[in-house]
């Protein structure tokens, strides 16, 4: 800038430094263009081939004739399917899972719901304490409890009933569920609770309205595996349940296996009917179990 004082002309302020230009999508996306493909692809393939192979395997198992060797399913066939449903009970089998399992989701997550409420919002003299027992309870593996469980249950005469295993279940699942509602808890403000006290709310209400619609994630998550959990489990089904009519579908593949002979075919079938409720359980609950250790999670 040139100014006229006193007849001096004062220089001209000298130009801004320019700034060094960013990195851009286009040039990252650029960068990302110059990785050669193998580079990528061949990772991926190498891992398809080992997630991929072994199910394939069992659908080829269970599709395919007894007796035929082709690496192909053709002709294919479903009489392993009814073989492992009606001759092998599976059906019984299943509905006994899916009681078990939905009955440990319900429980499960009511129970940790309110323990893990008063470990975040309530401070009391053995809190520490307590929220210590639980994590150590978490390194005791399923089979020390199998005793005490067993003598408990004789006494209740609920052996051979599916109330032990559901009980058993729940009782294997509430440590870790309960730190994890707590800490979904902690999430939320407190400031949302007392604004609805002053509303009027009780705490029973506030708690209903406010603060249940933000776990709303978190509970699916940890339900979900309780659900998985209990529906997988063998162990306790086992021990606990003499009927056959009263098994599991854990318990009723391993019935498929012999020391003399095992029934690849309906071992296959059992396997493929065994999981896809699990499938079908996470292809709905991803998008919730993505989100589901940050519920709750808000600024206010």
């Known amino acids: 800038m040139i100014t006229k004082d006193a007849g001096t002309i004062a220089p001209a302020a000298p130009a801004p430094a320019a700034e060094e230009p960013r990195p851009t999508l286009q040039k990252t996306r650029r960068a990302w263009d110059e990785v050669p493909r193998w580079q990528i692809y061949l990772p991926l393939s190498v891992y398809l081939l080992f997630t991929l192979v072994p199910f394939y395997w069992i659908l080829l198992f269970a599709l395919r004739p007894a007796g035929s060797t082709s690496l192909v399913p053709w002709p294919m066939t479903f009489d ?18 899916v009681l078990i399992a939905l009955a440990t989701l319900v429980l499960t997550t009511v129970v940790a ?52 295993v559901i009980i058993a279940e729940t009782v294997f699942q509430l440590p870790l569920s309960m730190i994890l509602i707590s800490g979904f808890i902690r999430n939320v403000p407190y400031s949302l609770e007392e604004a609805a006290w002053v509303d009027g709310c009780d705490r029973f ?38 009927d056959q009519g009263k098994q599991t579908i854990p318990v009723g593949l391993n019935t498929l296996m012999s020391s003399d002979s095992v029934d690849l075919g309906a071992l296959a079938a059992g396997g493929i009917i065994a999981a896809v409720p699990v499938v079908i359980v996470f292809a709905f609950i991803q998008k919730w179990l993505i989100t589901g250790f940050s519920a709750g999670a808000v600024k206010g």
């Open 80 to 97: 392993h399917f009814d073989k492992v449903w009606t001759e092998r009970s599976f059906g019984t089998y299943f509905q006994n899972s």
């Open 113 to 164: 719901l309110a323990g893990g409420y008063a470990l975040a919002r309530f401070d009391f003299r053995i809190k520490r304490g307590f929220m210590l027992a639980l994590l150590c309870s978490q390194f005791v593996p399923g089979a020390l409890l199998l005793v005490p469980l067993f003598q408990i249950f004789a006494k209740l005469q609920m052996i051979n009933s599916l109330g032990s």
């Open 205 to 242: 209400k506030a708690f209903r309205i406010v603060v249940l619609p933000l776990l709303r994630p978190g509970l699916i998550a940890v339900g979900s595996f309780a659900f998985v959990h209990a529906w997988n489990h063998f162990l306790f089904a086992l021990m606990f349940l003499s």
